[in-house]
């Protein structure tokens, strides 16, 4: 079946640039997906990028994609501590989303 | 702010009640998704209704079940509630093409 992994920690100073790694197994699927989730909260789409590219870039925010080696990531590009949450990797194949168990990031005053 | 709304927010059930969750999507999308995140884990997809009729669903049982109403709101419906069961549970809508989803806040659902 399909499946998405992150790993489920990172911890960054304020100010430097954090990356999120995710692979995902679903070699069919067309849309992948970063949402972020602070606590108590529901899930903020914070960018998506078709399968057929490989880069998109908004604001502070870029995603790489690796599609020969099923590998997306988000940088987060000056990592302020109100980015502190938990990202969700997702993608969508055949089925709608399906989601990795979040990366909980912790940014450091 | 997403224009997604869920209620309640918050629930406590006793196991073998029923429970009825609603969400209103946001306007001009007819697709509405439900998913269920227990503490610590990703969302699981449930189920996804399209202009009133179930057009997919994720392994929950039977006994997890919705509507979508003609101006796309939608109701999750759980009868014998087991207590793992409690968990948040997420509604999300897209616009025609599917292409994004946006969530609501969620309803946090106790089962004691």
């Known amino acids: 079946g399909e499946d998405v992994e992150q790993s489920l920690f990172l911890s960054v100073r304020e100010g430097d640039s954090s990356v999120i790694n995710c692979t995902y197994t679903?070699?069919?699927?067309?849309?992948l997906y970063w949402y972020k989730q602070e606590p108590g909260a529901g899930l903020q789409l914070l960018t998506y990028?078709?399968?057929?590219?490989d880069m998109k870039q908004d604001q502070r925010l870029t995603v790489l994609l690796n599609k020969k080696d099923k590998h997306l990531s988000l940088r987060i590009a000056d990592t302020q501590t109100g980015d502190s949450a938990i990202y969700f990797c997702?993608?969508?194949?055949?089925?709608?989303?399906?989601f990795g168990k979040g990366t909980r990031l912790s940014v450091i005053a | 702010e997403t224009g997604v709304t869920q209620s309640p927010t918050h629930l406590i059930k006793t196991r073998g009640q029923q429970v009825t969750l609603r969400c209103s999507s946001q306007?001009?999308?007819?697709?509405v998704s439900w998913y269920q995140q227990a503490l610590g884990q990703g969302p699981q997809f449930i189920f996804q209704?399209?202009?009133?009729?179930?057009?997919g669903r994720g392994n929950f049982p039977p006994r997890f079940s919705g509507l979508q109403f003609p101006n796309y709101s939608s109701e999750l419906n759980v009868n014998a509630l087991e207590l793992d069961d409690s968990a948040l549970y997420l509604c999300?809508?897209?616009?025609?093409?599917?292409?994004?989803?946006?969530f609501g806040q969620g309803t946090r659902l106790t089962v004691v």
């Open positions: 999300a809508s897209s616009p025609q093409g599917n292409t994004e989803a946006f």
């Open positions: 679903d070699s069919s699927s067309t849309y």
């Open positions: 990028i078709f399968s057929n590219m």
């Open positions: 997702a993608e969508r194949g055949n089925t709608p989303l399906v």
């Open positions: 306007s001009g999308h007819n697709t």
């Open positions: 209704y399209y202009r009133e009729e179930e057009n």
